[in-house]
C-alpha cells in the first residue's frame, strides 16, 4: 500500500503587504502625474547655456590668504556648532529616552513620546528662525536648533534602544539584591551603548550638514559666508566656501566611519 506523502500547506498570503505596495505605486504614479514637471525646459539650450555659464563663473575659487583664513575660522564655527549641538542632544536625548522607554510608568512614556514627536517634527531651519529670535543672530541660536531637532531624534532612539534590550541581566542583578539604578548601569546600558553611540555619531555626520545650511538664515558659519557671497554674485568666493563645506562633510564621514568600526569590533 503506498503512502502518500503530505506537502505541507503553502503560508497565507499577506494581503496587507500587497495593498501597501499597490498604493505606495500609485502615489508615485500621482505624484508623476499632478506635478507640473517640465524636463524637456531642463534640456534646452537655453537651460544648458545658463548652467553652464554659472558653473564658469565658479572658477576659479578665491584663494587669497585672507579669504582662506576667514574660510577655516567659518568652517571652525560650523563645526562647533554640529559638535555642541550634538552634544546637547545626547544629554537632553538620554533624560528623555528614560522616561520615553516606559522604564517611569506608561504615563510618563506617553508625554514625553509626545515631546519627542514635536521636538523632531520641526526642521532645524524653523527652529532656527523662532531661536535666532530669541537669541540673536550668530551660532548660538543656530546650535540651540541643531540640538533640538537631535534632541527629538535621538531620545526616540535611545527609547526605543532601551526597550529591545534584554531585560534577563538586569532582572538577575536585582534578584540578587543589586538597586534598580545599579542594575540598569551594570546591564541594560552596556548592552545599548554601542548603538546610542552609533546613533549619536550618524546624527553628528548629519548636523555638520545642517550646520553649514542654518547660516543661510543668520546662524553662523560656512552657511552665512556662502548666503552672503551669492546674495553678491562673488561666485569665486562661493565656491571657496563649497569646497570647504566639502572637505568638512568627507573628513567628518571619513572619522565617523571609523569611530563605528572600532565600536563594533
Known amino acids: 500500500m503506498k503512502q502518500h506523502s503530505h506537502m505541507p500547506k503553502p503560508p497565507p498570503r499577506d494581503w496587507t503587504i500587497i495593498a501597501l505596495m499597490v498604493l505606495l505605486v500609485a502615489l508615485v504614479v500621482a505624484s508623476f502625474a499632478s506635478l507640473p514637471l517640465k524636463w524637456r525646459d531642463f534640456f534646452t539650450f537655453d537651460a544648458i547655456n545658463s548652467a553652464t555659464e554659472l ?48 522604564r517611569l510608568g506608561q504615563g510618563p512614556r506617553v508625554l514625553v513620546r509626545a515631546l519627542l514627536n514635536v521636538l523632531r517634527s520641526i526642521p532645524e531651519l524653523v527652529w532656527a528662525s523662532i531661536l535666532l529670535i530669541a537669541a540673536g543672530l550668530g551660532p548660538f541660536g543656530g546650535t540651540l536648533a541643531l540640538a533640538a531637532h537631535t534632541a527629538g531624534v535621538l531620545g526616540r532612539l535611545f527609547a526605543d534602544a532601551l526597550e529591545n534590550a534584554a531585560p534577563g541581566p538586569e532582572q538577575t542583578l536585582r534578584t540578587n539584591g543589586a538597586t534598580a539604578a545599579a542594575a540598569f548601569f551594570y546591564a541594560t546600558l552596556p548592552q545599548t ?9 550618524y546624527r553628528w555626520e548629519n548636523n555638520i550638514r545642517a550646520a553649514a545650511i542654518l547660516g543661510v538664515v543668520g546662524a ?18 562661493a565656491a571657496t566656501v563649497i569646497i570647504a563645506m566639502l572637505v568638512l562633510v568627507a573628513v567628518v564621514d571619513a572619522a565617523s566611519y571609523a569611530l563605528r568600526r572600532a565600536l563594533t569590533r
Do not use: D, R
Not at 71 to 77: D, I, R, V
Not at 220 to 237: D, E, P, R
Open 220 to 237: 553662523g558659519g560656512l552657511g552665512q559666508m556662502l548666503k552672503y557671497h551669492l546674495s553678491l554674485f562673488q561666485m569665486q568666493q
Open 193 to 201: 551603548l554601542p548603538q546610542m553611540l552609533s546613533y549619536t555619531l
Open 55 to 102: 558653473l564658469a563663473g565658479f572658477a576659479p575659487p578665491e584663494t587669497s590668504t585672507p579669504f582662506l583664513v576667514k574660510t577655516a575660522w567659518a568652517t571652525l564655527e560650523t563645526m562647533s556648532m554640529s559638535a555642541l549641538g550634538t552634544l546637547l542632544a545626547v544629554i537632553a536625548g538620554l533624560a528623555l529616552g528614560l522616561p520615553a522607554s516606559g
